[in-house]
């Protein structure tokens, strides 16, 4: 879709720029650029034309008025939303946890209210899946080494929630390396990739991309971890700005 004709829709159907932008996990400044014809990236771009089209099954009829409206056919149980695409994928929609959330995420994070009020990221999938699904911007340089595997600042991670009763079987940390680990020592999340867990004596190695004498590896023991999400997808920013 070109930019006017973004902004031409979107106009139509009564929405701002932001409400815009939380339906596709976008955000508002993302689809002032989209409008002044910077260019789309193929998944927004069909997601984009899925929300907006003519007759598209995620719209009703509010006084008189038309409004897009995610579909209520493809959600999880843990509110994780599902857009089917043309191709035969989907447009999975999580919550965004930005900086100014991430220190009292764990105490909300359950209500559903509180996840409705974040804005949304969203990723490619095969099919719906089950699970709590969350995205969290990174904050930090600890994991920026600059090499293409770098996860730098402001850059967008998607994870899953592993649940606790999994913590005692080894971690699958070769299959997925990067985590999101809330602790009990520190209210803000650490981005860490995984190098070891000895479940004899219940402890995980963090190690951190960013070789900086700063970042050196330590050990987590699992008593002090209140929750563990691991990375399924990166949305890498060649911006600089400050994580974990």
């Known amino acids: 879709m070109e930019g006017l004709d973004i902004k031409q829709r979107r106009e139509q159907l009564g929405l701002t720029q932001k409400e815009l932008g939380d339906l596709i996990g976008a955000s508002r400044e993302t689809i002032i650029n989209y409008e002044k014809g910077k260019p789309i990236p193929k998944s927004k771009s069909e997601i984009l034309h899925k929300v907006l089209q003519d007759g598209s099954p995620y719209t009703k009829k509010v006084e008189n008025a038309e409004v897009v409206k995610i579909s209520d056919d493809f959600e999880n149980k843990n509110g994780n939303k599902f857009i089917e695409l043309p191709n035969g994928q989907y447009y999975m929609l999580m919550p965004l946890a930005e900086f100014n959330i991430q220190a009292g995420f764990l105490d909300h994070y359950q209500d559903a209210d509180f996840l409705m009020d974040l804005s949304q990221h969203g990723i490619l999938v095969d099919k719906p899946v089950q699970g709590r699904y969350v995205a969290f911007r990174v904050a930090g340089d600890s994991m920026d080494n600059d090499t293409g595997n770098a996860i730098t600042r402001n850059s967008i991670v998607s994870t899953r929630e592993l649940q606790r009763h999994l913590w005692n079987s080894k971690l699958r940390y070769r299959d ?57 997808d990166v949305n890498r920013t060649v911006s600089k700005k400050k994580v974990y």
């Not at 999101?180 to 190690?207: A, F, R, W």
Request: proline share 5%; glycine share 2%; charged share 20%.
């Open 176 to 232: 997925f390396p990067y985590w999101v680990i809330y602790t009990t020592q520190s209210k803000m999340p650490l981005l860490k990739e995984i190098i070891e867990h000895n479940t004899q004596e219940g402890y995980i190695t963090c190690h951190s991309l960013n070789d900086s004498p700063e970042f050196t590896d330590f050990r987590l023991n699992m008593n002090d971890i209140q929750a563990l999400f691991y990375v399924i």
